[in-house]
């Protein structure tokens, strides 16, 4: 099993920044992609950023430019440095780590954090 604990939401102002952090209880060389998710409210879940084991990165198009994934492999945490935020931002983000082969396979999640954008 592998334990995702996200931290850094909060509320925050149209045009503010935050730091979300997503700790892993394994080496993040273990984990092949990890993605953060967000849900507002009676939105679907949609998919914000990934990193993958090789340094690819990927962007939702609606946060291009605004949010940056990057990684510590010294503390196995990810990090989603989130700028110029919006009340459209405004929902539960969560964490997600895949680990495609090996005794831990599968899809993990964090329980979220929450993110109110609102002035």
């Known amino acids: 099993q592998v334990q995702l604990v996200e931290s850094g939401g909060g509320l925050v102002q149209p045009g503010g920044s935050l730091r979300l952090s997503c700790a892993a209880s394994?080496?993040?060389?273990?984990?092949?992609?990890v993605n953060w998710y967000r849900q507002g409210s009676g939105k679907e879940r949609e998919l914000v950023a990934s990193i993958f084991s090789g340094s690819f990165i990927t962007y939702a198009d609606s946060v291009k430019g605004r949010f940056t994934i990057y990684r510590d492999v010294a503390k196995n945490t990810v990090y989603l440095q989130m700028n110029s935020l919006k009340p459209d931002d405004t929902a539960v983000y969560y964490c997600?780590?895949?680990?495609?082969?090996?005794?831990?396979?599968?899809?993990?999640w964090g329980p979220g954090t929450q993110v109110p954008c609102s002035s």
């Open positions: 394994t080496s993040i060389f273990n984990i092949n992609v």
């Open positions: 997600n780590s895949r680990i495609v082969t090996g005794p831990y396979k599968g899809d993990y």
